[in-house]
């Protein structure tokens, strides 16, 4: 195959890294993707990396970015419930947007998943500006929720507590429903996949979540 004249089409030489180090770094992570892995996979020149970002932060700097703006208008639509909804209407609408989601299986949602996993195994510099911009919003509107149905202040322990029980359910059941066959097979019990979808998986954690905060409300669990 003829390589490409980078020269005479920049953008598209651009367009060719990027794709290449999103594929690599979202499989690999930063550490272990080199600048000559990335030009081998986009077939272009080393110094083009330099031309275009800088270096390989520069370049990892662009595809964190593309990572944070996917995040967060997904987090912003999780939270625009309609106006005047009440808190329970606000945790379903939470819960349906972001398990919607994570059950997507387009390369784009994918790409990000994995990323982030390095991100939270092997975190880089940009680990604090991903959390901050693209995580920690959704978190407190999650809390902000979780503390009106407990009727309790956003200090109180059991609303972190009750916050990582619903955004692990969220994540768990979309994991559970994209595992391959041959894994669910091993466990039958998990059903067949045409019940494991996003449309009953809401229902489920919205109806399991909202019983166990009414039961620590009550008193009856803590």
Not at 37 to 50: G, T, W
Request: proline share 5%; charged share 25%.
């Amino acid at each position: 195959m003829r390589r490409p004249r980078e020269s005479r089409d920049p953008e598209a030489t651009r367009a060719r890294l990027i794709d290449a180090a999103r594929r690599l770094f979202s499989e690999y992570g930063f550490e272990d993707v080199t600048v000559r892995d990335i030009c081998r996979e986009a077939r272009a020149n080393l110094s083009l990396v330099n031309y275009h970002f800088g270096d390989k932060h520069g370049l990892y700097t662009e595809i964190v970015n593309e990572a944070i703006t996917y995040v967060s208008e997904f987090t912003a639509l999780a939270m625009e419930a309609p106006a005047g909804s009440s808190a329970e209407e606000k945790l379903r609408h939470f819960v349906a947007v972001f398990v919607g989601r994570l059950f997507e299986t387009s390369a784009n949602a994918n790409w990000i998943h994995k990323l982030m996993q390095h991100e939270i195994s092997r975190p880089t510099d940009a680990a604090a500006r991903i959390g901050q911009l693209a995580i920690a919003p959704r978190i407190r509107y999650l809390a902000s929720i979780v503390a009106e149905l407990l009727d309790a202040p956003l200090s109180d322990p059991r609303v972190i507590q009750t916050v990582t029980s619903v955004h692990g359910l969220c994540v768990v059941y979309a994991r559970i429903a994209r595992m391959p066959a041959p894994f669910r097979d091993i466990v039958p019990e998990f059903g067949s996949a045409d019940r494991l979808d996003a449309g009953s998986a809401t229902e489920h954690v919205t109806a399991f979540s909202l019983a166990g905060i009414r039961a620590m409300r009550a008193g009856t669990i803590r």
